[in-house]
């Protein structure tokens, strides 16, 4: 396990209860170096209660609650063990429309959604794009556009995201 693998699990484990006990499930962390700092992106959202036909959004307060709340777990944590090399900011937001897709259950939370795939190299593509139609305990079976359903194992993926069509209310004019 690497020094970053590490960390990401340990500030993962830190936020967590802090998070649980806002309500919000943490979707994805993401752990940037640059400029002299770290900067730590934490993407969370509400969750959903199973079979719930609507999404569940997050707003900027609760996203400005949580943050307030990780400050305070990561500050106390860092005088303690000096746990973050040198300065950090902290960034609270929603997983957004290109939400990344990491675990079974958001899988199987969008199935019925377009989403796009970078899968490590082997047999086929090593790209794909298309439409979330089930999972089961360690495959993704996506159907692609004029294609038959194809099954993707959990370890072949790389990185998942939803993959909406945007038109951005262009409507063909001929």
Known sequence: MSSNDALHDRLVE??????????VELVELEIL???????LRFAVEKPVDP??????????????RASRAIARVLEAEDEESGLLPGRFTIEVTSPGIF????????FARFVG?????????GEGPTELRGTLAGIDSDEVEVV???????RIPLARILKAHLDPDLDF???DKR
């Open 51 to 64: 079979g719930a036909s609507a999404e569940a959004h997050i707003g900027i307060d609760e996203c400005a």
């Open 169 to 171: 209310g262009r409507r």
């Open 33 to 39: 170096r640059g400029g002299g700092r770290l900067t």
């Open 14 to 23: 830190l936020a967590q209860p802090e998070l649980d006990l806002l309500g």
């Open 113 to 121: 959604r377009k989403a796009k795939f970078v899968l490590q190299p």
């Open 99 to 106: 939400r990344r897709l990491s675990r079974p259950e958001h």
């Open 144 to 150: 692609v556009e004029k294609g038959e359903p194809q």
